[in-house]
């Protein structure tokens, strides 16, 4: 096996063990949105049955209660959390999964020719759906794979898993497609143009962009760089929508030699950064795609003996990775700021939602995004 498959398939193996062993968040409920009345709990003895009887409620009520049912109030759900808690309480997940017919686990597919195992926009995202599912006794199984679509096909025939995860979407994404047609539950971490009613969860992508834009334009840019993410993709074209918006509301004809797209690495970055500042006139401001991407724009200003913020402004997307703080870099960075971790969170709270029978297609969520100028932006230079 190479070097790369060796460190592929440990990477994996990490992942999985770190999703199906992981610890729940401390003062989260513990059970999903699952209507259970069920004896037979784990932990220090403590059942559903002996839990409700030291509150003095019914099983029932303290199974909604713990499943977020809306008609159970929330001092009553708050003072139920705490108990299970206190007590250690733990529901029993075989009696569960008998109960409501499902097997208890989420599926993501990967291609085998991607990146996105060893990207750390989807080790965040995975590590804010694997810890709040974790809550809840749901795995979250991994399937990296050549053929995508026949990946589908088999975990819908298998029935190994309850719902899945599609991200990264394309405008017409045939996963989406596939999906509604084999009836198997999906919600998509983005948003495709597709018609078909299904689950999504996105950021403003096109507002972000946008706003970065704008906000170089106010301080008297005019040719502003936009380094984006692979062609091809939703997210893609509404921020290079968001960047052509704001040049042509102020009368600037967008460049097509000033925007690139690519994975967005440091590297991808560099060579971003090296290309654009070959350019006569060049560009006097970068918007980029992610804060791993700004490193390598960075490096290259710092190569031509340039000053950020001075000389050459620049504004990143930042998915607030905990090793790459925009206020500890240096000029501090200028970003537009979204948490993926929490974008993951909040897809697994929706995917437990659709399977306690929320409608899919009521599930359409769009984030806002926020505008922070630092160091790294500043007005336009006057020279060439």
Excluded at 13 to 40: H, S
Excluded at 183 to 210: C, K, Q, S, Y
Excluded at 216 to 229: E, K, M
Excluded at 252 to 272: H, K, N, S, Y
Aim: net charge positive; glycine share 10%; with cysteine.
């Amino acid at each position: 096996m190479s070097p790369r498959a060796l460190c592929l398939a440990g990477a994996l193996i990490q992942t999985k063990y770190r999703l199906l062993k992981g610890f729940p968040a401390k003062n989260t409920p513990l059970a999903g949105k699952f209507e259970i009345a069920l004896d037979g709990g784990e932990g220090r003895g403590v059942n559903l049955k002996k839990l409700a009887q030291e509150l003095g409620l019914s099983q029932t009520t303290v199974s909604r209660a713990l499943n977020g049912y809306p008609e159970v109030s929330e001092k009553t759900r708050k003072r139920v959390a705490d108990a299970a808690d206190r007590l250690g309480y733990r529901p029993n997940v075989s009696a569960r999964r008998l109960a409501t017919g499902r097997v208890g686990a989420v599926g993501v597919v990967l291609a085998s020719e991607g990146q996105l195992l060893v990207n750390p926009h989807f080790s965040e995202f995975l590590a804010g759906l694997g810890q709040r599912l974790a809550a809840d006794e749901i795995d979250v199984m991994v399937s990296v794979r050549s053929d995508e679509l026949s990946a589908y096909r088999q975990i819908a025939a298998d029935k190994g898993v309850d719902a899945m995860i599609i991200s990264t979407p394309k405008p017409e994404d045939e996963r989406v497609t596939l999906c509604t047609k084999l009836g198997l539950p999906f919600i998509v971490h983005g948003r495709t143009r597709l018609a078909l009613p299904h689950a999504w969860l996105d950021i403003d992508n096109e507002g972000a962009m946008f706003a970065a834009t704008m906000h170089l334009l106010d301080l008297g840019h005019r040719r502003i760089a936009l380094g984006n993410g692979p062609s091809g993709l939703m997210f893609c074209e509404l921020r290079e929508l968001g960047w052509k918006r704001a040049l042509m509301g102020r009368g600037i004809v967008p460049d097509a030699r000033l925007t690139v797209g690519g994975e967005m690495t440091d590297e991808m970055g560099f060579r971003f950064g090296r290309e654009m500042l070959a350019l006569r006139p060049r560009p006097t401001a970068f918007v980029c795609g992610s804060i791993t991407m700004a490193i390598g724009v960075f490096r290259a200003i710092r190569a031509e003996g340039l000053e950020l913020g001075r000389d050459i402004s620049m504004i990143a997307h930042d998915d607030v990775f905990p090793y790459l703080n925009a206020d500890k870099m240096f000029p501090t960075m200028s970003t537009t700021r979204s948490s993926i971790r929490e974008a993951g969170t909040r897809i697994a709270e929706l995917l437990i939602e659709m399977l306690a029978g929320r409608d899919p297609g009521t599930i359409h969520e769009e984030w806002p995004i926020e505008l922070i100028a630092r160091g790294s932006t500043g007005p336009a230079p006057k020279g060439p």
